[in-house]
Structure formats: C-alpha cells, structure tokens
C-alpha cells in the first residue's frame, strides 16, 4: 500500500531523504524511527504529495503521488505534527466539511462522526468552538476527522503529542485495530514505546538514510542488542553517526 | 471532487467562520464598537465632503472642468492600480505559500489548480476589499457632481469586479514565478534591487507641480502642465483607463461605451485569470515544494554533517552591543524581535512598500520649498507634520500593533523567563519607540530642509514626532497586549501579521491612533494660526503660545503614552499563557 522506489529529495547540498526503498503491505503498522533532523518529516511529506522528490517515486495505494495525486489521497489520511483546524467551526461542523471533501454523504458522515466522537470522548465538545478545546481535544479531533472517510493509508505524524495517557491509550488501540482491518499505517514518532508496543515492522531512519528496518528482534540481532528497542535504535544510530564523523 | 463542490464547500465554511466573527462583535466593549462605527461613518461622510468640494473646486476651472475630473479619475485609478498589484503580491505570498491552510488542502482528494484558484479569491478579497470603502466616498461624490441616478453606482459596483480580478492575476502570477524559481533570500535583494531602480526612476522622471506654478495667473498653464505630465494614466492600453473610461461614460449617460469598456475590462480580467490558473497548473504544486524545500538550515550550512554548530556574531548583535546600559536577557529579546521582523517576508516587504511611497512623498516635496513668506509655506509644513504622523500611526498600526499577538505559540517561551511577560512588553514598546522616533524624525527633518521651514519650527516639530513616537507605540504595544489574537494552537490567524492588524483590535489602535494625532495637531495648529492671523501670516514672528502649546502636547502624549501600557502591563501579569 505505500511503496517507495530510490525515493531522494535533497535541499541544496544537503541530502535530507536518500534512496529510501520501501514496500508496506495492506494492514502493516509501521513506525518510522529517527533521530531529530534524520528527514523523518521530509520522508512523511514526500508520501503524502506535499513535496516533490529530487528523484525516486513514492506509491500510496498502489498510486504514484506525484502522477496520480487525487487517486492516492482518497485512499490516504494524512495527519501532521501540526495540524490544521478552523477555530470559529464546532467540531461537528468540521467533521461534516472534511467528509463532503471527501465526497461523502451528509448522512453517512453524521453516522461516522457519532461512532467517532463516542470512541474518542468528543460528544461533550459538540457544540463548542473548536478555539475553545484544549490541545489534547484538538488532537483527538485531528484523529478522529483523519478515520472519518475510512482511509486504507494512514500516514500519522507524533500523533501522541499533547495526548493524556487515556487518550493516547484510545488513539493506540483505534490505530491498531484498523491495521488489524487492512488499513497500513505510516507512524513517526520519538516515543519507542509506542514503536515497540504497536509496530509490526520499524524503520530508523538517520541522515537521511533507512538504516535498519525489521521487526524487534531482527532489529535487536541488527544491533548485537537484547535490551529495549531504546538499546538497539541507540546502538543502530551511534553506529551511524560513527560511520558519518569518521570517515574511512 | 469537482472543483465547483470543492468551492461550494469552502463557501459554506467560509461563511458560517465570518458570520461567527460577526456575532463575536457582540463580546465586545459597547464603547469600543461605537467608536469604530462613528470613525467609519465619520471616514465616510468626511471623504465624500472633501471629493465633492475637490470635483466643485475643478468644475470652476473654465474650459478645463471636464478634462480635470476625468483625468483625476485616471490618475486615481492607475495609482489603485498598482498598490493594487502590490497588494495582492504580499498578501498572495502568506496566503498562497505560506498558509497552513493550504497545505491542509494539498492534501485533500482535490486538484491543485483548485486550491490554487480558491487561494487566488481568497487573496483577491483580502487585498481589494479596502479598495471598496476607501473609494467608496469618491464614487459617491463623483456621481453626485455629474447627477447620476443609482444604477449608476451599482454598475460602478460590477465595474469593479473585473477591475480587482486583474491586479490580483498579475501578482499572483509574479509570486507564483519568483516562489517556483527564486531563493526566499535571492528575492529579498532582487526586490531591493527593483525598489532602488524604482526610487531612482521616479527621482529622474517624475515632474511635479511646482510652487510658482500655483501663483493664480498661471494656474490655468499649470493644470495644462499637469495634464501632460499626467497624460501616461491616460493610455487606453491600462486596465485603470477602462475602468475610468466606463465610469466617466456612465456618469455623461453614455451607456454603449461605458457597456463597451465594461467588456474590455471583463474580457481582459477573465484572459488574466485564464492566464493565471493556467500558469499555475505548472507552477503552483513545483513553487509550494521549492518554497518548503529551502531555508531549512542555516545559512546552506548541513547541519547533519556539522556535529557542533556555533551561533555567529552577526551585525545585528554587534550593533546591540553598542546600546549602553542593556542587559544580556532585552539584548536577546530586542536580537530575537529584529531577526524575526527582517525573515518574515510579509513584515519587511510591506516595510519596504511604505518606505519607498515615502521616499516618493518627500521626493515630491521639493516642488514645494520655497521662501518662508506665504501662509502656503505655514500651511505646507503643517500639512507635512499631519502627513509624518499619519505614517507613524500607519506603522505602529501595522507592524508595532501586532508584535505581541505574533509571539502566539511561543509566548510562553518569552513569558517564563526569569523577568516575565512585563519586562517582554516593555523591551517591544522602547525598541518600537526608539525605532520610530528614529524613522519620523529622519523623516521630519529631511522635509523640513526641503520645506526651508525656519529652524524653530523644525525643532518644534522634531521634538514633537518624538514624543509622538512614543505615545503611538504606547498606544500600539498597549492596545496589542490587551486585545490580543493569539489563535489558537492550530490557528491560521496568528501567523500573519495583516491578518491580525485587520481585526477588531488593530482597528481600535488605529483609531485611538488617528484620534490622539487629531488633537496633538489641532493643539499646535490653534495657536500657530491665532498668532500668525493677528500678525499676518508673512511675518517672521515666533509665536511663543507654542511653547505652552508643546508643554500641553507633552503631557497629554505622556498620559496617551502611559494609559494603554499601564493597563495592558496589568493585564499581562494576569496573563494565562
């Protein structure tokens, strides 16, 4: 469902995604790992169509981004670190225009945003300004407008930032029970735990370069690690950086 | 999605998000909605006077009147015409390139082109709509001289339309090619370098009418001078022609002309736009990734290679280092509010719009230096301190007014550090101060040398942009804290700086702004003119009242300096961040 091919995208001199080679399957929950700057953000805007690679082609539902775009995000949900919500529109009234973006029924969408705000413990804010809700509450609302048009691609960005533990604990399992329906998931994040308790598969990601990828244990023997997947991501990227600053 | 549900959408949306801006009216102070009504009925009702008498005032001119006030209608469309291109320039970059808005869009199941288009109304319509009620009172005054009935003003109205469409075509399309094929920093210097060849252009071409040329018995020579120099505004090849053209043809009741150049204008607006759209199915997707695909580190240093990297000692912090007495935390806090200012590409392009209409303004000032002997000259050099302060209110409205909104997200950042959200105010109100106190009295003293206003009155009038600098930054920096728009966390508002200024707060500045000016000027015009009426206006007298007039402008600047930071000092201190 999401595929990359030699995918680079470099700013200037600077390579921040280099020949990234990936094939994601239907229902795989993939958590994309890096250290900071590594072009984890750049990786996840290159697949959601947002950037145009310097070279290489990235596929999302078997549609190329760049070639076929309105094909490949109707299939997608694209959920950034930072994102984007009217504040003068009550969350009902931004669950309904995302769904008629997506070109789904008044009724249908109304359906949808019930089971959506119940799961999500919205009902209370219906009828507030979305400007009024907390962070946490917006995030929860982020989420839950992402799912609204049943998405077979997921690509989530730190989704568990500004999220209290109950919440954080209702985003992972709606994530994991929609990979668990076929939907692929694309997850960044800092926050291993989340990787180590959600992922089938994890890619660590540094300079731009994919320099591990596998499930726990083949990134544990990777790294000569038995420890947390902490130990193994440390051990992966140490050896990067050792690779980088010391040139043979 | 087709592009028509897409628009219908976003309409509905958009309509219900203005609708609640309305209604939020009703949360405001009583007090502050009737001051904002009474100046915009009070704008216009002072406008149209002043129209109607001008269009009088030309209609007298024998064998001319017809010829003048066309012309004048020329000459205010071409010069709309432009600002007009600007405008949607600087606004079309935050709200093209720079909106989270519109990345949001990008990544919605619809085409490109559509969000670009729908970026393009809303660019149109942010950038045009002070067109409308600025020009709103010329229309009426000039339908009013040429006894039109009211179907005249809602073709006027239609006329428009097309007239607005064009302008914001043209600089969408400039901003579309400079974001697709220009470096951010190459852009900064390539529009310093225009401005430059601009202001140089101007200085050699531009002839204005000079003093003696208004000596009553040349006058009739003068207006023919004026018509010539003018005659560019003229040229049937400028949209600003067509819409003048149709309007002068509607007011004469000529409809099948002005019907005719409605079409020129409709025809060419919808070529521009066709023209527009086209273009950007090409560059708006390539421009939107080159644009966040640069600046993301410093200096084209890789940061990835760099494992330490060392801030620099740049010019900026040299220069603060030579102010005596600050300490290390305002010195950080005056660096940060400079550097932000200089890398916001909608702040310091807008700054460099206003001071190149400046640098036009005092070139133009030469035409009128003459001997002090005339109650012209009296007239002149007060106008000029009228028009000095009237920019300082423009600035501190516009890029002094939002500087405490602009912190947003980040103002816990500034409002955690050990001295708190008090000592951060006051650092933006003594650098805004001192760097308008530094820009009017630049400004004051080189149109008083040009003027050749004696010396006492120049000082009168330095010493008086002074203290008005610090009141209207006073005003501007009170009033910001204290009808702040921060947003929200997710907000598209508190990024953009026009965006902010054209709320109700920034409104409220500038008005409070424009209502101190009124009664500092009065307060030295009053005695200027009982003086020089008793002595006659060509005497060389000194008229000391001023001086008990300065005392007074002195003390009321201090309380309007003092009033809005005090209470906005209060406020921040209860702040929730």
Redesign the interface.
Known sequence: MIRTENLT?R????V?VRDLNLDLPQGRFFAFLGPN?AGKTTTI?LL?????PTSGRAFVGGYDIQKD???A??V?S?V?D????????EPM?FML?VG????MQRSEVVRASDELFDLFDLDNTRNQ???N?S?GT?QRL?IASALLHEPKVIIIDEPMIGLDPRSARVVKNVLKKRSQAGVTIFLSTHILSIAEELADQIGILN??KLIAIGNIDELRQMSGQVGALEDAFLALTREEQRE??EPA | ?SGF??FR?LSE?NA??IR??VLALREKSYLMVSVITLFIVGYWVAGYAVFRVGFSTLETVPGLQAILLDRMLFLFFAFLFVMLVFSNMIIGYSTIFKS??T??M???????LDVFRWKLLETTLLASWAFLFLSAPLMLAYGVTRHVTGWFYLKVFLLFVPFMAIPAALGSLVILIVARYLHRRMFKWALFGCSAVGLACALVFLKPMQAEDLDQAQMVAALQDLLHNSRVTAQPILPSYWVASSMIAWGEGGTGRGLFFFLVLLSNAMMATLVCTTVSRRLF??G???N???G??QS?V????T?IVLPRTGLLERVVNLWPGLDEATRALVIKDVRVFWRDTSQWSQFAIFFGLLGLYVLNLRSVAHEWKSDWACFISFLNLGASSMTLATLTTRFVFPQFSLEGKRLWMVGMVPYGLKRVLLEKFWLSSVCSAAITLALILTSSWMLRIPHWLTLLFSSTVVVMSFALCGIAVGIGALFPSF???????DDNPAKIVSGFGGTFCFILSLMYITLVIGAEVWPMYSSFAASGFTSRGQPWNLVFSWIFVSLFSLAATCIPMSLALTRVESLEI
Not at chain 2, 106 to 112: D, M
Not at chain 2, 302 to 305: N, T, W
Request: aromatic share 12%.
């Open positions: 995208k700013y200037g001199e600077l921040a700057a805007k959601a169509g947002l950037l145009k775009p309105i094909a995000r109707r997608l694209f950034p930072t994102p984007f919500l009217y504040d003068k529109l009234e225009f008629q973006l997506y070109g300004l979305i400007e809700l962070h917006r982020v300079h731009g980088v600053t | 999605m549900v897409f959408l949306v219900r998000i609640r801006h989270q808005e990345q949001w990008l990544t919605l199941p619809v085409r490109s997707y390539e939107w990734s080159h966040h695909s640069q993301r580190f084209g890789p940061v990835l290679d494992p947003g929200s966390g997710t907000s598209r508002r």
